[in-house]
Protein backbone atom coordinates (compact mmCIF):
# COMPACT_ATOMS: atom_id res chain seq x y z
CA UNK A 1 0.00 0.00 0.00
CA UNK A 2 0.77 3.50 -0.68
CA UNK A 3 -0.25 6.77 0.46
CA UNK A 4 -0.81 10.23 -0.52
CA UNK A 5 -2.04 13.08 1.46
CA UNK A 6 -2.98 16.33 -0.45
CA UNK A 7 -3.37 19.51 2.39
CA UNK A 8 -4.52 23.13 1.74
CA UNK A 9 -1.92 25.84 2.16
CA UNK A 10 -2.29 27.56 5.38
CA UNK A 11 -3.87 30.88 6.16
CA UNK A 12 -1.98 33.91 4.39
CA UNK A 13 -1.83 37.40 4.62
CA UNK A 14 -4.28 39.03 2.16
CA UNK A 15 -2.01 41.97 1.52
CA UNK A 16 1.21 39.69 0.63
CA UNK A 17 1.32 36.24 -0.62
CA UNK A 18 2.98 34.70 2.31
CA UNK A 19 1.27 33.24 5.16
CA UNK A 20 0.37 35.49 8.01
CA UNK A 21 1.61 34.84 11.59
CA UNK A 22 -1.81 32.69 12.62
CA UNK A 23 -1.24 30.73 9.14
CA UNK A 24 2.37 29.88 10.70
CA UNK A 25 1.47 28.82 14.21
CA UNK A 26 -0.98 26.50 12.47
CA UNK A 27 0.74 25.02 9.55
CA UNK A 28 3.68 23.89 12.42
CA UNK A 29 1.20 22.37 14.65
CA UNK A 30 -0.61 20.41 12.10
CA UNK A 31 2.74 19.37 10.76
CA UNK A 32 3.87 18.42 14.12
CA UNK A 33 0.89 15.57 13.85
CA UNK A 34 1.76 14.52 10.28
CA UNK A 35 4.03 11.20 8.99
CA UNK A 36 7.25 10.77 7.11
CA UNK A 37 6.80 11.77 3.32
CA UNK A 38 9.20 10.34 0.83
CA UNK A 39 8.15 12.94 -1.84
CA UNK A 40 7.23 16.76 -0.82
CA UNK A 41 5.61 18.48 -3.67
CA UNK A 42 3.62 22.09 -4.03
CA UNK A 43 2.29 24.80 -6.26
CA UNK A 44 4.63 27.04 -7.11
CA UNK A 45 2.71 29.69 -5.28
CA UNK A 46 4.63 31.08 -2.28
CA UNK A 47 1.85 29.97 0.56
CA UNK A 48 1.94 26.18 -0.82
CA UNK A 49 5.60 26.37 -0.57
CA UNK A 50 5.93 28.03 3.08
CA UNK A 51 3.03 25.72 4.46
CA UNK A 52 4.91 22.57 3.60
CA UNK A 53 8.48 24.04 4.82
CA UNK A 54 6.43 25.19 8.00
CA UNK A 55 5.43 21.98 8.55
CA UNK A 56 8.80 20.59 8.86
CA UNK A 57 9.24 19.20 5.15
CA UNK A 58 11.66 20.07 2.11
CA UNK A 59 9.67 20.76 -0.61
CA UNK A 60 11.05 18.45 -3.50
CA UNK A 61 9.39 19.72 -6.51
CA UNK A 62 6.47 22.86 -8.05
CA UNK A 63 4.11 21.83 -10.07
CA UNK A 64 2.07 24.46 -11.90
CA UNK A 65 -0.52 21.98 -12.77
CA UNK A 66 -1.66 22.44 -8.89
CA UNK A 67 -1.62 26.18 -8.74
CA UNK A 68 -5.31 26.66 -9.81
CA UNK A 69 -8.32 25.46 -11.15
CA UNK A 70 -8.67 27.55 -13.54
CA UNK A 71 -11.41 30.18 -15.11
CA UNK A 72 -13.46 27.31 -16.48
CA UNK A 73 -13.77 25.39 -13.52
CA UNK A 74 -14.43 28.05 -11.56
CA UNK A 75 -17.60 29.30 -13.92
CA UNK A 76 -18.30 25.57 -13.95
CA UNK A 77 -18.07 24.99 -10.05
CA UNK A 78 -17.15 28.65 -7.86
CA UNK A 79 -15.03 28.16 -5.30
CA UNK A 80 -16.05 27.62 -2.41
CA UNK A 81 -17.58 24.59 -2.93
CA UNK A 82 -18.25 21.35 -0.69
CA UNK A 83 -16.87 18.25 -1.91
CA UNK A 84 -20.29 17.16 -2.84
CA UNK A 85 -20.92 20.29 -5.06
CA UNK A 86 -17.69 19.38 -6.95
CA UNK A 87 -18.06 15.81 -7.41
CA UNK A 88 -21.70 16.84 -9.42
CA UNK A 89 -19.97 19.74 -11.23
CA UNK A 90 -17.14 16.83 -11.87
CA UNK A 91 -19.72 14.38 -13.87
CA UNK A 92 -20.95 17.07 -16.53
CA UNK A 93 -18.08 15.85 -18.04
CA UNK A 94 -16.79 19.44 -18.84
CA UNK A 95 -14.04 21.67 -17.74
CA UNK A 96 -13.93 20.28 -13.95
CA UNK A 97 -14.25 16.95 -15.22
CA UNK A 98 -10.66 17.39 -17.58
CA UNK A 99 -9.15 18.95 -14.27
CA UNK A 100 -10.05 16.38 -12.00
CA UNK A 101 -8.55 13.69 -15.02
CA UNK A 102 -5.48 15.56 -15.16
CA UNK A 103 -5.15 15.73 -11.65
CA UNK A 104 -5.26 12.17 -11.31
CA UNK A 105 -3.56 11.17 -14.17
CA UNK A 106 -0.93 13.24 -12.24
CA UNK A 107 -1.40 11.60 -8.90
CA UNK A 108 -1.32 8.07 -10.71
CA UNK A 109 2.14 8.45 -11.73
CA UNK A 110 3.35 10.33 -8.43
CA UNK A 111 2.49 7.61 -6.64
CA UNK A 112 3.74 4.49 -8.91
CA UNK A 113 7.14 6.34 -8.35
CA UNK A 114 7.07 5.66 -4.56
CA UNK A 115 8.91 2.48 -3.54
CA UNK A 116 5.88 -0.20 -1.56
CA UNK A 117 5.09 1.02 1.95
CA UNK A 118 5.96 4.96 0.96
CA UNK A 119 4.04 7.80 1.32
CA UNK A 120 4.03 11.70 -0.79
CA UNK A 121 2.71 14.79 0.63
CA UNK A 122 1.21 17.42 -1.78
CA UNK A 123 0.48 21.12 -0.75
CA UNK A 124 -1.98 23.16 -2.92
CA UNK A 125 -4.93 25.08 -2.64
CA UNK A 126 -8.85 25.64 -2.51
CA UNK A 127 -10.53 23.64 -4.64
CA UNK A 128 -7.51 21.44 -6.32
CA UNK A 129 -7.78 19.65 -3.09
CA UNK A 130 -11.39 18.81 -3.54
CA UNK A 131 -10.75 17.87 -6.92
CA UNK A 132 -7.74 15.80 -6.37
CA UNK A 133 -9.62 13.48 -4.25
CA UNK A 134 -12.87 13.44 -7.21
CA UNK A 135 -10.32 12.74 -10.18
CA UNK A 136 -8.68 9.93 -8.38
CA UNK A 137 -11.67 8.11 -6.95
CA UNK A 138 -14.54 9.09 -8.92
CA UNK A 139 -17.64 6.59 -7.69
CA UNK A 140 -16.60 7.69 -3.79
CA UNK A 141 -19.22 9.03 -1.73
CA UNK A 142 -18.59 12.78 -1.64
CA UNK A 143 -21.76 14.00 -0.33
CA UNK A 144 -21.30 12.45 2.94
CA UNK A 145 -17.71 13.74 3.21
CA UNK A 146 -18.59 17.60 4.25
CA UNK A 147 -18.14 20.98 2.76
CA UNK A 148 -15.02 22.48 1.21
CA UNK A 149 -11.11 22.03 2.55
CA UNK A 150 -10.38 24.40 5.17
CA UNK A 151 -6.73 25.76 5.81
CA UNK A 152 -4.33 23.26 6.27
CA UNK A 153 -6.95 20.37 5.77
CA UNK A 154 -6.46 18.08 3.10
CA UNK A 155 -7.42 14.25 2.29
CA UNK A 156 -5.77 11.06 2.43
CA UNK A 157 -5.41 8.88 -0.43
CA UNK A 158 -4.14 4.82 -0.19
CA UNK A 159 -3.55 2.99 -3.48
CA UNK A 160 -3.28 -0.51 -3.57
CA UNK A 161 -2.75 -2.87 -6.94
CA UNK A 162 -2.42 0.01 -9.12
CA UNK A 163 -5.29 2.24 -8.18
CA UNK A 164 -6.75 4.55 -5.72
CA UNK A 165 -9.26 2.70 -3.28
CA UNK A 166 -9.65 4.92 -0.35
CA UNK A 167 -10.51 8.43 0.70
CA UNK A 168 -10.37 9.60 4.04
CA UNK A 169 -10.89 13.63 5.09
CA UNK A 170 -8.66 15.22 7.30
CA UNK A 171 -10.33 17.84 8.97
CA UNK A 172 -8.35 20.37 11.42
Not at 12 to 21: F, G, H, K, P, T
Not at 97 to 107: E, G, M, P
Request: proline share 4%; net charge negative; charged share 20%.
Amino acid sequence: MKTLEIRRHSLRNRALSDLSEGGLALANLVGLEMGQFNRVLTSPLPRAIQTAEVMGYAVDETIELLSTTGDAVEMECPWPASLGEYAAASRQNGPTARYAQRLADFYAKLVESLPEGGAALVVNHGGVVELSAIGCLPSADFDSLGDYIDYCEGVRLTWENGEFTSVQVLRV
